[in-house]
Protein backbone atom coordinates (compact mmCIF):
# COMPACT_ATOMS: atom_id res chain seq x y z
CA UNK A 1 0.00 0.00 0.00
CA UNK A 2 1.26 3.32 -1.15
CA UNK A 3 1.62 6.37 1.57
CA UNK A 4 -1.28 8.16 -0.32
CA UNK A 5 -3.71 5.24 -0.10
CA UNK A 6 -2.92 4.37 3.30
CA UNK A 7 -3.70 8.33 4.62
CA UNK A 8 -7.26 8.02 2.51
CA UNK A 9 -7.92 5.03 4.74
CA UNK A 10 -6.41 6.95 8.54
CA UNK A 11 -7.79 10.75 7.12
CA UNK A 12 -11.56 11.33 6.69
CA UNK A 13 -12.33 13.19 3.57
CA UNK A 14 -12.78 16.53 4.83
CA UNK A 15 -9.43 16.28 6.33
CA UNK A 16 -7.74 15.32 3.35
CA UNK A 17 -9.60 18.34 1.47
CA UNK A 18 -7.82 20.59 4.25
CA UNK A 19 -4.70 19.01 4.06
CA UNK A 20 -4.56 19.72 -0.14
CA UNK A 21 -5.69 23.26 0.36
CA UNK A 22 -3.17 24.08 3.09
CA UNK A 23 -0.77 22.53 0.63
CA UNK A 24 -2.60 25.06 -2.38
CA UNK A 25 -1.71 27.91 0.12
CA UNK A 26 1.97 27.25 0.91
CA UNK A 27 2.52 26.47 -2.78
CA UNK A 28 1.28 30.05 -3.71
CA UNK A 29 2.94 31.60 -0.33
CA UNK A 30 6.43 29.97 -1.58
CA UNK A 31 6.47 29.14 -5.13
CA UNK A 32 9.49 27.51 -7.05
CA UNK A 33 12.29 29.52 -7.87
CA UNK A 34 12.41 29.75 -11.53
CA UNK A 35 16.43 30.08 -12.87
CA UNK A 36 17.55 33.13 -14.52
CA UNK A 37 20.23 31.55 -16.50
CA UNK A 38 19.44 28.01 -19.58
CA UNK A 39 20.68 24.60 -18.71
CA UNK A 40 22.77 25.18 -21.89
CA UNK A 41 23.12 28.14 -23.93
CA UNK A 42 23.72 26.48 -27.52
CA UNK A 43 20.16 25.37 -27.98
CA UNK A 44 20.39 21.98 -26.47
CA UNK A 45 23.36 20.83 -28.65
CA UNK A 46 25.22 19.69 -25.47
CA UNK A 47 22.23 17.61 -24.40
CA UNK A 48 21.10 16.29 -28.02
CA UNK A 49 19.07 17.72 -30.20
CA UNK A 50 17.07 20.85 -29.92
CA UNK A 51 13.66 20.58 -29.67
CA UNK A 52 13.17 23.05 -32.74
CA UNK A 53 14.96 19.96 -34.87
CA UNK A 54 12.17 17.73 -33.31
CA UNK A 55 9.33 19.91 -35.31
CA UNK A 56 11.73 20.20 -38.19
CA UNK A 57 12.92 16.67 -38.97
CA UNK A 58 9.15 15.57 -38.65
CA UNK A 59 7.71 18.19 -41.10
CA UNK A 60 10.50 17.83 -43.69
CA UNK A 61 9.53 13.93 -43.25
CA UNK A 62 5.87 14.36 -43.77
CA UNK A 63 6.84 16.22 -46.57
CA UNK A 64 9.99 14.31 -48.67
CA UNK A 65 7.77 13.39 -51.44
CA UNK A 66 8.38 17.08 -52.27
CA UNK A 67 11.97 16.92 -52.05
CA UNK A 68 12.97 15.56 -55.19
CA UNK A 69 14.64 16.93 -59.16
CA UNK A 70 16.86 20.00 -58.38
CA UNK A 71 16.70 20.83 -55.01
CA UNK A 72 18.23 24.51 -53.23
CA UNK A 73 19.03 24.05 -49.78
CA UNK A 74 21.05 26.11 -47.63
CA UNK A 75 24.30 26.45 -45.39
CA UNK A 76 24.60 22.55 -46.49
CA UNK A 77 22.98 20.09 -47.75
CA UNK A 78 22.25 17.70 -44.86
CA UNK A 79 18.61 17.73 -45.33
CA UNK A 80 18.27 17.66 -48.58
CA UNK A 81 20.44 14.66 -48.26
CA UNK A 82 18.49 12.81 -45.64
CA UNK A 83 15.21 13.40 -47.18
CA UNK A 84 15.50 14.14 -50.86
CA UNK A 85 16.07 10.63 -51.66
CA UNK A 86 14.22 11.58 -55.32
CA UNK A 87 16.62 14.76 -55.99
CA UNK A 88 18.78 14.73 -58.86
CA UNK A 89 20.61 17.59 -58.35
CA UNK A 90 21.28 19.41 -55.12
CA UNK A 91 23.12 23.25 -54.81
CA UNK A 92 23.43 25.09 -51.58
CA UNK A 93 23.35 28.56 -51.34
CA UNK A 94 25.12 31.10 -48.79
CA UNK A 95 25.03 34.64 -47.97
CA UNK A 96 28.82 35.31 -47.80
CA UNK A 97 32.11 33.60 -49.15
CA UNK A 98 33.81 30.95 -48.04
CA UNK A 99 31.31 27.86 -47.05
CA UNK A 100 32.80 25.60 -48.50
CA UNK A 101 29.22 23.33 -49.24
CA UNK A 102 28.19 26.80 -50.84
CA UNK A 103 27.22 25.53 -54.88
CA UNK A 104 25.53 29.35 -55.25
CA UNK A 105 26.42 32.92 -53.12
CA UNK A 106 23.83 35.32 -53.03
CA UNK A 107 22.29 37.25 -50.92
CA UNK A 108 18.06 36.73 -51.12
CA UNK A 109 16.81 39.93 -50.95
CA UNK A 110 18.75 40.75 -54.48
CA UNK A 111 19.65 37.07 -55.86
CA UNK A 112 19.70 38.62 -59.55
CA UNK A 113 22.41 35.69 -60.31
CA UNK A 114 20.08 33.20 -59.38
CA UNK A 115 18.36 32.12 -62.65
CA UNK A 116 14.24 32.10 -62.66
CA UNK A 117 12.45 28.49 -62.85
CA UNK A 118 15.12 26.52 -61.66
CA UNK A 119 14.14 24.12 -58.77
CA UNK A 120 11.87 22.17 -58.48
CA UNK A 121 11.98 22.09 -54.64
CA UNK A 122 13.69 24.59 -52.28
CA UNK A 123 14.56 24.18 -48.32
CA UNK A 124 14.44 27.15 -46.46
CA UNK A 125 14.69 26.01 -42.87
CA UNK A 126 15.25 28.28 -39.96
CA UNK A 127 16.81 31.56 -42.34
CA UNK A 128 14.16 34.15 -42.76
CA UNK A 129 15.10 35.35 -39.36
CA UNK A 130 17.97 36.29 -40.83
CA UNK A 131 16.94 38.65 -43.47
CA UNK A 132 15.70 42.01 -43.50
CA UNK A 133 13.76 42.45 -46.45
CA UNK A 134 11.88 39.45 -46.14
CA UNK A 135 9.21 40.61 -49.41
CA UNK A 136 12.12 40.76 -51.86
CA UNK A 137 13.41 37.57 -50.38
CA UNK A 138 10.39 35.50 -50.50
CA UNK A 139 9.96 37.39 -54.42
CA UNK A 140 13.65 36.51 -54.95
CA UNK A 141 12.42 31.93 -53.73
CA UNK A 142 8.82 32.48 -55.60
CA UNK A 143 10.91 33.51 -59.08
CA UNK A 144 13.46 30.92 -58.45
CA UNK A 145 11.45 28.09 -58.28
CA UNK A 146 10.21 25.70 -60.91
CA UNK A 147 6.50 26.23 -62.52
CA UNK A 148 4.61 23.49 -59.97
CA UNK A 149 7.59 23.46 -57.51
CA UNK A 150 7.72 23.51 -53.58
CA UNK A 151 9.04 25.41 -51.15
CA UNK A 152 9.12 24.34 -47.51
CA UNK A 153 9.69 26.91 -45.04
CA UNK A 154 10.68 26.60 -41.21
CA UNK A 155 10.78 29.46 -39.19
CA UNK A 156 10.81 30.75 -35.28
CA UNK A 157 8.02 31.64 -33.34
CA UNK A 158 9.17 31.62 -29.61
CA UNK A 159 12.74 30.77 -29.48
CA UNK A 160 16.02 32.92 -28.05
CA UNK A 161 18.45 34.62 -29.93
CA UNK A 162 21.19 33.87 -32.06
CA UNK A 163 24.12 36.42 -31.21
CA UNK A 164 26.39 34.42 -32.96
CA UNK A 165 24.16 35.14 -35.96
CA UNK A 166 23.05 38.14 -34.81
CA UNK A 167 27.00 39.62 -35.12
CA UNK A 168 27.54 37.98 -38.41
CA UNK A 169 24.93 39.13 -40.61
CA UNK A 170 22.08 40.18 -38.19
CA UNK A 171 18.43 38.28 -36.67
CA UNK A 172 15.75 40.51 -37.42
CA UNK A 173 12.55 38.23 -36.72
CA UNK A 174 10.32 36.20 -35.02
CA UNK A 175 7.06 34.62 -36.48
CA UNK A 176 3.58 33.74 -35.92
CA UNK A 177 1.70 31.35 -38.39
CA UNK A 178 -0.57 34.63 -39.62
CA UNK A 179 2.64 36.61 -39.93
CA UNK A 180 4.36 33.99 -42.12
CA UNK A 181 1.32 32.69 -44.03
CA UNK A 182 0.46 36.74 -45.07
CA UNK A 183 4.28 36.89 -46.34
CA UNK A 184 4.18 33.86 -48.94
CA UNK A 185 0.58 34.76 -49.74
CA UNK A 186 1.70 38.06 -51.15
CA UNK A 187 3.88 36.24 -53.81
CA UNK A 188 2.13 32.90 -54.02
CA UNK A 189 -1.15 32.03 -55.15
CA UNK A 190 -3.78 31.87 -52.69
CA UNK A 191 -4.89 28.27 -51.67
CA UNK A 192 -0.90 27.90 -52.70
CA UNK A 193 0.16 28.44 -48.82
CA UNK A 194 -0.31 25.83 -46.07
CA UNK A 195 0.85 26.68 -42.79
CA UNK A 196 1.37 25.04 -39.04
CA UNK A 197 2.94 26.01 -35.84
CA UNK A 198 4.22 23.62 -33.26
CA UNK A 199 4.32 23.98 -29.70
CA UNK A 200 3.17 24.26 -26.52
CA UNK A 201 3.80 26.26 -23.08
CA UNK A 202 6.06 23.15 -21.64
CA UNK A 203 7.69 23.23 -24.82
CA UNK A 204 8.35 26.54 -25.18
CA UNK A 205 10.19 27.23 -21.60
CA UNK A 206 11.91 23.43 -22.17
CA UNK A 207 13.28 25.50 -25.02
CA UNK A 208 14.53 28.59 -24.07
CA UNK A 209 15.71 26.79 -21.00
CA UNK A 210 18.39 24.91 -23.33
CA UNK A 211 17.01 21.53 -23.06
CA UNK A 212 17.45 19.00 -25.59
CA UNK A 213 14.14 17.03 -27.44
CA UNK A 214 15.21 14.03 -25.62
CA UNK A 215 14.84 15.69 -22.16
CA UNK A 216 11.19 15.91 -23.31
CA UNK A 217 8.31 13.22 -23.12
CA UNK A 218 7.12 12.12 -26.88
CA UNK A 219 3.24 12.97 -25.51
CA UNK A 220 4.35 16.83 -24.55
CA UNK A 221 6.23 17.61 -27.82
CA UNK A 222 2.92 16.37 -29.52
CA UNK A 223 0.43 18.23 -27.58
CA UNK A 224 0.06 21.55 -29.54
CA UNK A 225 -1.76 24.67 -28.15
CA UNK A 226 -1.92 27.31 -30.63
CA UNK A 227 -1.33 30.10 -28.03
CA UNK A 228 2.76 29.03 -27.57
CA UNK A 229 3.99 28.83 -31.51
CA UNK A 230 7.49 27.66 -31.20
CA UNK A 231 7.85 26.39 -34.40
CA UNK A 232 6.28 27.50 -38.04
CA UNK A 233 6.48 25.13 -41.07
CA UNK A 234 4.76 26.28 -44.62
CA UNK A 235 4.86 24.69 -47.20
CA UNK A 236 3.67 26.88 -50.94
CA UNK A 237 3.46 25.90 -54.20
CA UNK A 238 4.08 27.06 -57.37
CA UNK A 239 1.75 27.35 -59.93
CA UNK A 240 1.88 25.62 -63.22
CA UNK A 241 1.08 28.12 -65.25
CA UNK A 242 3.92 31.08 -65.68
CA UNK A 243 2.26 33.70 -63.90
CA UNK A 244 3.31 37.74 -63.85
CA UNK A 245 5.09 37.04 -60.76
CA UNK A 246 7.99 35.31 -62.60
CA UNK A 247 8.47 38.39 -65.51
Given at each position: ?????????????????????????????F???????????????????????????????????????????????????????????????????G?P???????L?R????P?????????????????????????????L??????????????????????????????????????????????????????????A?A?????????????????????????????????????????
Open positions: MTAKQLLKTVLSSPVRRWLRNQQRRLQRLPPRLRTAPVSADWGWSRGQPIDRYYIERFLAEHADDVRGHVLDFADDTYARRFGSKATQVDVLHRLDNHATIVADAGEQISNTFDCILCTQVLQYIYDLPAAIRTLYRIKPGGIILVTAPGIQKIDLEGMEAWGECWRFTALSLHRLFEEAFSKGQVEVRAYGNVLVAALYGYAWEDVRRDDLEYQDPEYEVLITLRARKLAEVSTHDE
